[in-house]
């Protein structure tokens, strides 16, 4: 999504259009590795030393609700953002926590089957694949 439709949805949905932000929005959207809220945090707080980890977190969720991006929970409590809403699979690796996305047409003609076949609209798809890295298999 480029930054002048993103404006365009968060003025038409009543939100302030802040350096702060845009900056989280620009950098959330544009990530392929699955941030966390501290790692965004600490990337903007060099550029932004006003910033606070509220502020990342209500624009988190914020994009959350609008449909942008989604929240990836897990079970030591912690949550990773992805901007990938498409239907795709989270290939994650239970040591280091690395997260990779996988994704082809064949994977996303198969998802509508399945959702076609059971009946239902899905508001949030999630597909994880647990292993050990190739890194992490090496130093075990």
């Given at each position: 999504?480029?930054?002048?439709?993103?404006?365009?949805?968060?003025?038409?949905?009543?939100?302030?259009?802040?350096?702060?932000?845009?900056?989280?929005?620009?950098?959330?959207?544009?990530?392929?590795?699955?941030?966390?809220?501290?790692?965004?945090?600490?990337?903007?707080?060099?550029?932004?030393?006003?910033?606070?980890?509220?502020?990342?977190?209500?624009?988190?969720?914020?994009?959350?609700?609008?449909?942008?991006?989604?929240?990836?929970g897990f079970p030591d409590c912690s949550a990773r953002f992805d901007p990938n809403i498409s239907p795709h699979i989270h290939i994650i690796c239970l040591k280091c926590g690395k997260i990779e996305d996988y994704e082809t047409e064949n994977l996303k003609e198969q998802w509508a089957k399945i959702v076609k076949d059971i009946g239902v609209e899905p508001i949030i798809q999630r597909l994880d694949l647990y292993i050990y890295c190739d890194k992490c298999k090496k130093n075990q």
């Open positions: 999504m480029d930054i002048h439709h993103l404006i365009t949805k968060l003025r038409e949905k009543g939100h302030k259009i802040t350096p702060q932000r845009l900056a989280i929005c620009e950098l959330v959207l544009s990530s392929k590795d699955h941030p966390t809220a501290d790692q965004i945090y600490k990337k903007l707080k060099q550029k932004f030393p006003t910033i606070s980890l509220a502020t990342v977190y209500q624009t988190l969720h914020l994009l959350k609700d609008l449909g942008l991006l989604l929240e990836l």
